[in-house]
């Protein structure tokens, strides 16, 4: 029985204005015209037969994301595990290791990043069943991307003699190398010996935490305690902050792959992506006879070789080539796409000035639903709350700002002081400036209001909880 064990750690800033902190790329159907996301594609291609539920690590602030988006599809985790603050891959693996191993250390773990595009799936199933071969006799196998181009974005592997008399398919690492440029990205290409670093691996938790003892003990320590004295919350594993907080950060490669003798490699060519770009959903999705790959509403004329993505308004391009646009109902980005990598110099940007469209879309998720800025003006704001059935908001009051809700779809309980009552659709109420409150759900079909906000002070940290059902 193989362990996912799936990473979800990471921001995608070179996917803005899609991708953003507070709900960054994983999260999003961005491939293809479906709707299931990322992180939900990465989970179904290693589940069913052979495979069992998953385990995933990610931050707490999207810990109710990822709830979500597994009961969506039917999967329920054997754990999530969330890390108090970012520490790379080798110690968020190690303390995946760590809770596995209680299946004993011989327990196999596919660890799998969540934002990555695999097209052929029976490649990628073929290939892990051969490192299973390896990983079952102990090796430390990653899986190497045959090269189709002298990419010099990637990391590589050369491939050294094949591992064992058994083992077909599978190499020894004869050793790592960085992003190379052109001309040596060339000259690997040419040889034949060297495959991209895709950042998946295959091993036993045990001999995984073996290695981590003989290269990184500090980490391994710092992990252990922090899984140790972690707590549970819901479905939800919390590290303890300060042992986590504690460890060195570093990725699987630099703690323990580079050093390891008994590091394997299986090359496959699965049609792999990292998406490290809006370039590269250029290259993967299906273009038109002008090179043009589009998703949303969009009307090109005389536009040749480009990538357009439009979320709400209608998008039209006119006289223009190898570019990229992405338009949310906040932001529009226009770019070279021979540049795309530059987007990411835009988000920093964004960060030094002090705007939010880095962090949060105009939608924000809750555990509880979602809420949508419609208008935002002196004094007031106005939203589009929605509810998801059986759910409810913390008991909470505001010290800035009254709110009156009108209830557009569904039926709302509504806790106002000692009173409650019941709202239907075109009915309203109004919550005076520091009036204890509370909204919830009761039916069936998700409660959507409009909630207009009026104030000296309209901020999200203007929110004094009381009692709240997600441990915030």
């Not at 691996?201 to 290695?211: E, R, S």
Request: net charge negative; glycine share 8%.
């Amino acid at each position: 029985m193989i362990h996912p064990v799936i990473l979800s750690g990471g921001s995608g800033s070179r996917l803005w204005p899609m991708s953003r902190a507070g709900y960054p790329k994983q999260f999003l159907p961005l491939h293809g015209q479906g709707e299931t996301t990322m992180l939900q594609d990465t989970v179904k291609r290693a589940s069913g037969e052979g495979f069992a539920d998953p385990l995933l690590v990610c931050n707490e602030a999207h810990r109710f994301i990822i709830a979500e988006q597994m009961r969506q599809i039917g999967i329920t985790p054997s754990d999530i595990l969330l890390e108090p603050v970012g520490r790379n891959t080798a110690p968020a693996v190690a303390a995946a290791a760590l809770r596995l191993s209680e299946h004993g250390p011989e327990a196999l773990m596919l660890v799998m990043p969540s934002d990555h595009v695999i097209l052929n799936e029976p490649a990628f199933r073929q290939a892990v069943s051969r490192a299973a071969v390896a990983a079952a006799e102990g090796a430390l196998v990653t899986f190497g991307i045959t090269p189709t181009a002298p990419e010099t974005g990637y990391g590589y592997i050369q491939q050294g003699r094949a591992w064992g008399r058994e083992a077909e398919g599978i190499h020894e690492v004869e050793r790592f190398v960085e992003k190379p440029d052109q001309e040596t990205a060339r000259q690997y290409l040419e040889s034949g010996d060297y495959v991209w670093n895709s950042g998946i691996f295959l091993f036993q938790a045990g001999a995984y935490l073996q290695a981590l003892e003989q290269f990184q003990p500090e980490i391994l320590a710092a992990v252990r305690k922090a899984v140790t004295h972690s707590t549970q919350d819901m479905t939800f594993c919390r590290l303890d902050s300060e042992a986590f907080s504690e460890s060195p950060s570093d990725s699987i490669d630099y703690a323990v792959m580079e050093h390891t003798d008994q590091a394997a490699v299986v090359p496959v060519d699965m049609g792999w992506n990292d998406l490290g770009a809006w370039s590269s959903l250029w290259e993967i999705e299906a273009r038109d006879e002008q090179g043009n790959a589009t998703k949303g509403d969009v009307l090109l004329h005389d536009t040749r070789n480009s990538y357009v993505h439009s979320t709400h308004a209608m998008v039209a391009l006119a006289g223009v080539e190898d570019v990229i646009v992405v338009a949310t109902d906040d932001a529009v980005l226009v770019a070279d796409r021979r540049k795309a990598q530059d987007v990411k110099k835009i988000v920093d940007r964004l960060k030094v000035e002090g705007r939010d469209e880095h962090n949060l879309h105009t939608t924000v998720h809750r555990p509880w639903g979602s809420y949508r800025g419609i208008d935002l003006g002196d004094r007031y704001q106005v939203k589009r709350i929605t509810v998801k059935p059986g759910e409810k908001l913390s008991l909470q009051m505001h010290y800035h700002r009254a709110e009156h809700w009108i209830v557009v779809r569904g039926t709302a309980l509504v806790t106002v002081g000692d009173e409650q009552r019941l709202l239907r659709e075109n009915e309203s109420t109004y919550i005076p400036m520091g009036e204890t409150h509370r909204l919830e759900n009761p039916g069936k079909v998700p409660l959507q209001l409009i909630e207009v906000q009026s104030g000296s002070y309209l901020g999200e940290d203007d929110i004094v909880r009381f009692e709240d059902g997600y441990g915030r």
